[in-house]
Every structure is written in structure tokens, then in C-alpha cells.
């Protein structure tokens, strides 16, 4: 017995000297087709299939959604059977995600398959000049017989409940862009984010219950709309104009309307926008899922076109013109933003503007009637919703936020006076904010009535004002 195992040590010792000098003197190309070789002569007889799923594929700096979705789905299966476990906190999740450890091997079950998964990666090479990450993946193996239920239902399987899983434990994210265009080549993302923690909902929205429930059913049927969208041939996107006074709870809304669909928010600063190609990449990395809000589009560059004005003009209105062009074009040049009407048209309903889906756009302004009628037409901005001043009904929902307070004496005064004059929501929440712990219900809204007397008489004063101003216009006549 002692010879026999001398032997094959022997042999096993001399077979790995001559394999090590194979290595050292025989040309690469030689082992590589000798190990292709080696390797279809194994697969012929060898009767399991494997399918690997790397994190990055190619030359691409984004991480494989498919890798995403299978360590999310296994996170689940290997927390039960996996002996070797890590954890951590993804950068997309807000819960602890236990997954499998490197080179820990899974069992799983599919209609009566078994299948097993392995966590992997690859060193670089030591040799290269440039640091390198590793490059990790997922193997799956099965049998060849089953290549059929595996390759279609089971991989569909693990892409759903993958999916699902990381949805419910994601954080949602709020993105900005920067004018950071000189170290954009280091980046791997135009976009910055933080983690999107606005508390407002609809139900502590000031607005009238009819029209809340209105904008929220018409968000609710988005969501699920997919297959009608692709019946009907048009990109799963929907446009939202919200449009009213500074004050009257623009932004809540798109707060509210994020938390409501549980979507990322993509806060886009026009003047930070190089040029109409950067705004056409900065679409192509937002996610689906989302909303892409411009605020103040009113604002924003000059895409407040005037394209319907007549062309007859006299010789010094089309000097003052060229005189507010010159500026125009002398203020892009500080600014370095060179974005068109015609390029915001394209980004919110061009061709790529169909690249992803469950989108929705929206835009803010104070004074709608500034826009381009191409900028805000239906089918562009398919909703459009006007937030103006605080109504009983809004004050009433603003009175059970901020006070618990669902009637009082003073409310009849209040809306007698809100009859007569104007205030804004965040006018109205900024008097019924206590201001001293001694505050109570009835200071507070003793503050609101205070408020709503002086602007009552600030509008009367205006009114007045106006009319001494037309007098005089009046007797010239």
C-alpha cells in the first residue's frame, strides 16, 4: 500500500513539473487553443450547463441590473442555507442586505429542478499598470435537460422577485445636476443624489379633497397603465404643469406625489446644462421610476419664447431686439448653458425620451402665461394643475397638521374672511405655527385672523390706489 501511494505521488508530482514547464515555455496562443480544446471535449460529455451573470459587463461603468437582481433575489434563498454569509448596507437600500460570501454555493428549486448558485470573481492581473478593481459574478448551473424551463421561466422568476425585493428595500433618492462640466470625464454619473426623506403626503397637503383626489387617482392609473401604453403606441411618460402664486405648495405637491408612487426625484437645474447633447444624457441616465422636475421653468434660460408676436415692427423696436440678443447671447457665454426650446421639446417628448418608462415630468412656474404654448401643450404637459390661494377647505386640513384641531369658534370668522381676501397656503401655516411653547390653539388662529384683517386692508389700500390712478386718465378724456 505504502509503494502504491509512493507511486502516485510520484506521478502527480512529476505530471504538475511538467504542466509548470508547459506554462513557463509553451506560447500563450498554443495553451489557449489547447485549453478551448480540452474544454469542448469536457462539454460533450459533461452534462451541465452554466450561465454566468457578471456585475460589469464590457466597457460599461454602470453595474448590470441583472446582477442587482439576482444578488437581491439570493439574499433571501442564501440567509436560509448559505454557510458563509456577508453583510452590508447598499448604497440603494436602507435595510441591512445579507447575501452570499465569495465562492459560497447555494441550492435552489424550480417546479421540481434543482439548480445551484455560486458567488465568484476574478483577480486582475498584477501586472497591469493601472489599478483594477475585481470582478465579481454569479454562476448558475443546471442540467442540460431542463436548458428550456431554466433559460425562460426560471431566470424570468429570479428578474421578478429580484426586482420586487429591491424595490421594497431601497431608499429613494434625490438627484441633482451639477456645472461641474470640466471633471465630468472622472465621473461615472452626471447625477448627484442624497437620500430623499421629504415627509409631505397627500393627505397633509392643503388642497381641496375633490381635486386631491382627482390628481390622485390620475397618478395611481400611471402607475399601473404599462400595457395600455404600449397598446396605444406612446412612451410611458405623463407631463404635470403645476402653475399659481409663489406660496401655494409647488413643491409639497411633487413631494407628495414622489412618496405617493414611491419614485426618485430628478431635480434638473436647466442652467447648468451645457448645451441641448449633456440635457440629452443627463435623460438617458435617470431611472424609471422617477419624476424629472424643472422648477420655475419660467425662469429658466430663455425658453419663454415669443414666436406667435407679429413681424411688422418699427426701426427702433427691432434695434432694441438685436440689442436684447446681443445680451442674450453674451449672458450664455458666461453661463456656458446653450439649451433650446427646441431641445427641452425633444427631451420631454422626442425620440429618446422613450428610452426607460414610468416617468413623469414636471414643471413649476409662477406665471404660466410667460410660456411657450409648444412647451405646455397636451401631450407634452398632459396635466394641468393650478395651485392658488388658501381655501376653507385647504385651511381646514392645514388647521388638523399643525393644531389636531378639527373645529372651533374662530372658524367661522376665518372663512367669512377667506371669502373676502387672498393668502397663501404658506401664509396661513406660518400663522398657525406656535411660536412659543405657551402658544395654543387659539393664539394661533387668533395670529391667522390678524393676518387675514391686514391683507384684507393691504388689498383695499391697492384697489384704492388704482383707482385714484385711473381718475385722472378719466378726466383727461
Wanted: proline fraction near 3%; hydrophobic fraction near 35%; charged fraction near 30%.
Amino acid at each position: 500500500m505504502s509503494e502504491m501511494w509512493a507511486t502516485m505521488g510520484s506521478t502527480i508530482a512529476s505530471f504538475m513539473f511538467i504542466w509548470a514547464l508547459i506554462y513557463q515555455y509553451c506560447p500563450y496562443e498554443i495553451r489557449l487553443y489547447f485549453g478551448k480544446c480540452t474544454q469542448r471535449i469536457t462539454s460533450f460529455f459533461y452534462p451541465y450547463i452554466k450561465i454566468s451573470i457578471h456585475e460589469y459587463t464590457g466597457d460599461r461603468l454602470k453595474r448590470s441590473e441583472a446582477y442587482a437582481a439576482v444578488e437581491a433575489y439570493l439574499s433571501i434563498n442564501s440567509s436560509k442555507c448559505a454557510r458563509r454569509l456577508k453583510a452590508e448596507m447598499a448604497k440603494d437600500c436602507s435595510n441591512l442586505v445579507i447575501s452570499m460570501d465569495e465562492f459560497e454555493r447555494v441550492k435552489d428549486e424550480f417546479q421540481g429542478i434543482q439548480v445551484w448558485w455560486v458567488s465568484s470573481k476574478v483577480m486582475p492581473l498584477s501586472q497591469s499598470m493601472y489599478p483594477q478593481q475585481e470582478r465579481r459574478f454569479y454562476r448558475l448551473t443546471f442540467h442540460r435537460r431542463n436548458r428550456e424551463i431554466i433559460s425562460e421561466a426560471y431566470l424570468k422568476h429570479v428578474m421578478q422577485e429580484g426586482r420586487e425585493t429591491r424595490a421594497r428595500n431601497r431608499q429613494r433618492k434625490l438627484y441633482t445636476n451639477g456645472s461641474g462640466n470640466k471633471w465630468q470625464i472622472y465621473k461615472q454619473t452626471m447625477w448627484n443624489h442624497i437620500v430623499f426623506e421629504h415627509p409631505a403626503t397627500f393627505d397633509t397637503l392643503a388642497m381641496e379633497p375633490a381635486k386631491k383626489q382627482d390628481i390622485i387617482e390620475d397618478l395611481v392609473t400611471f402607475s399601473k397603465s404599462k400595457d395600455f401604453y404600449a397598446r396605444i403606441g406612446r412612451a410611458w411618460k405623463r407631463g404635470y404643469l403645476l402653475y399659481g402664486p409663489p406660496g401655494t405648495g409647488k413643491s409639497t405637491m411633487i413631494a407628495a406625489m414622489a412618496n405617493l408612487l414611491n419614485y426618485d426625484v430628478y431635480d434638473l437645474e436647466l442652467t447648468a446644462v451645457k448645451d441641448n447633447t449633456e440635457l440629452r444624457k443627463l435623460l438617458i441616465e435617470t431611472t424609471s421610476k422617477s419624476i424629472i422636475v424643472i422648477e420655475d421653468i419660467d425662469c429658466s434660460l430663455e425658453l419663454t419664447g415669443q414666436r406667435n408676436k407679429k413681424e411688422e415692427k418699427s426701426a427702433d423696436e427691432d434695434r432694441e431686439k438685436t440689442e436684447t440678443e446681443t445680451s442674450r447671447e453674451h449672458h450664455k457665454e458666461e453661463t456656458g448653458s446653450r439649451v433650446t426650446l427646441s431641445g427641452l421639446l425633444n427631451f420631454i417628448d422626442g425620440i429618446w425620451s422613450a428610452c426607460g418608462g414610468e416617468r413623469i415630468i414636471v414643471f413649476t412656474t409662477n406665471y404660466v402665461e410667460k410660456l411657450d404654448p409648444a412647451l405646455i401643450r397636451r401631450g407634452r404637459m398632459d396635466k394641468h394643475v393650478e395651485l392658488s390661494y388658501c381655501s376653507f377647505e385647504a385651511f381646514k386640513v392645514l388647521s388638523r397638521n399643525y393644531l389636531r384641531l378639527e373645529s372651533h369658534p374662530l372658524f367661522d370668522k376665518i372663512e367669512s374672511l377667506m371669502k373676502e381676501t387672498k393668502i397663501t397656503p404658506a401664509d396661513v401655516a406660518e400663522s398657525l405655527m406656535p411660536k412659543s411653547l405657551l402658544d395654543d390653539a387659539e393664539k394661533c388662529l387668533s395670529h391667522l385672523i390678524q393676518a387675514l384683517e391686514e391683507a384684507k386692508e393691504a388689498a383695499a389700500e391697492g384697489h384704492a390706489g388704482e383707482d385714484a390712478a385711473a381718475q385722472p386718465q378719466e378726466n383727461s378724456h
